[in-house]
């Protein structure tokens, strides 16, 4: 019989089936949890529980961020093949930016004081005024894109709506040409090369050090510009920041804009399909949102608990504590599985059940404490946004040739495609 160890380790290696549908794993380790499960596979305990993972991320003192995306063990293979390719002459100088950058802590790697200050100085960006003065552009570009493929009565949601609307809005708030889109999104997709996949190949760790060279180099400048001349772009308030009188520092300008574009479109990406998936599988679902709008905010927040974008982060113990009763030695890591706790019975009841009328709905898709998302309030906008776009494709479906595949990560979780039809609207007339 295959233990739970071993099915933790399938999901590790990206087993597809467990990428798809990871809820029974979470169930048993959750059952198997007394509170917590430690993972020989992964290296870390696996933390299913709600109130368990609200206890770690509000003990920042205890539980470091400093490594959310994997233990040390799992970045040896980025370090091994970087070694390799520093030896090639056209990538030296790239590996050798990649080392010295790789050392700076910056928002979602970052514990307090760092943490707190460096929020402080970047809140500005993601502030109320400025999202919902943001929210007529974003009903404007979602239009465009719809606009595009609403008249043949088939379309890809992933290709040619959910991946482009994030990417668009986030490329307009950092001030960006929108030409230049398909490189900004090379440069996110190898962002999370190594986010939840144990083993990247010596090719795609070379992608992702490159592309952190060349994003440096192309916002470096941009970041000197907006220095001198300020802009209302996220830009320049990452350039201009400032705390007490004291401005970021070159590394921390640079990975808040490295974690604004991976963060700003990757996560909603997810969010914006989940929708689709859901409104094209729940028809009378679809019915009664397309009869009152004003549930389509609950329904985000349900997309958002039921299929989190985040399956989990991992935080490393700073000095011996304990786990209720089981002992955790300084050093060793627990991997906080969000999509499993936003589904713990104790804390959501009838968690595998879809039901937009949830209240309180205290999902944890966001994370929780100091490391709340810092962009949570556009992915939400940008969630209810693109809810009432589809309601408006009239018998929205899942087309017959559709098949659910899944990112190769296990800590993204979201479908590469979603092939749709509807009832094609007048290309002239939107109906």
């Keep these: ?37 430690y993972s020989e596979a992964m290296g870390a305990w696996v933390i299913t529980s709600y109130q368990l993972l609200h206890a770690i991320v509000l003990d920042p003192a205890t539980w470091s961020n400093r490594s959310p995306t994997a233990t040390y063990e799992f970045r040896n293979p980025v370090t091994d093949h970087a070694h390799a ?5 056209e990538m030296a100088e790239a590996v050798r930016r990649f080392r010295n950058r790789s050392r700076g802590r910056v928002l979602n790697t970052a514990d307090p004081p760092e943490h707190v200050r460096q929020r402080r100085a970047l809140n500005r960006a993601f502030r109320p005024a400025r999202l919902r003065a943001l929210e007529p552009e974003v009903e404007s570009v979602s239009e465009s894109l719809v ?24 490329s307009r708030m950092l001030g960006v040409p929108e030409k230049e889109l398909e490189m900004f999104k090379g440069w996110s997709d190898d962002f999370a090369i190594p ?24 916002f ?13 772009d996220l830009i320049s308030d ?43 599988t729940s028809h009378g679902l679809r019915d009664r949102l397309a009869s009152n709008r004003e549930l389509v905010p609950a329904f985000v927040e349900e997309a958002l608990r039921h299929e989190a974008p985040v399956t989990g982060l991992f935080r490393v113990a700073t000095r011996d504590t304990t786990l209720g009763e089981l002992p955790v030695a300084k050093g060793e890591f627990a991997w906080l599985a969000f999509a499993a706790a936003n589904r713990d019975p104790k804390a959501c009841p009838v968690p595998r059940q879809f039901e937009i009328d949830r209240d309180p709905n205290d999902h944890v898709a966001f994370g929780h404490g100091e490391h709340y998302c810092i962009g949570q309030g556009l992915a939400r906008l940008e969630g209810k946004v693109g809810t009432n776009a589809l309601l408006d494709l009239p018998d929205l479906a899942l087309a017959d040739d559709h098949t659910d595949a899944f990112m190769d990560s296990y800590i993204l979780r979201g479908r590469t495609s979603l092939l749709v039809t509807f009832d094609p609207l007048d290309e002239n007339t939107g109906a």
């Design 1 to 37: 019989m295959e233990s739970l160890d071993d099915r933790i380790q399938r999901l590790l290696d990206r087993d597809e089936e467990l990428l798809a549908s990871p809820w029974q794993l979470f169930d048993d380790v959750r059952a198997a949890s007394d509170p917590a499960f």
């Design 85 to 89: 390719i520093e030896q090639e002459p």
């Design 147 to 170: 606009a595009e493929f609403a008249h043949r009565g088939q379309a890809d949601l992933v290709g040619e709506y959910a991946v482009l609307l994030p990417m668009v809005m986030i």
């Design 195 to 218: 986010i939840g996949r144990a083993r990247p190949s010596r090719d795609e760790v070379r992608s992702y050090i490159r592309s952190e060279y060349e994003f440096d180099d192309y």
């Design 220 to 232: 470096s400048v941009l970041i000197e510009q907006r220095q001198a001349e300020p802009r209302d």
């Design 238 to 280: 990452v350039a201009n920041a400032e705390v007490d009188g004291e401005p970021l520092t070159y590394e921390e300008r640079m990975g808040a804009l490295r974690q604004f574009l991976l963060a700003g479109n990757e996560t909603t990406t997810t969010l914006l399909t989940n929708i689709g998936h859901r409104l094209a």
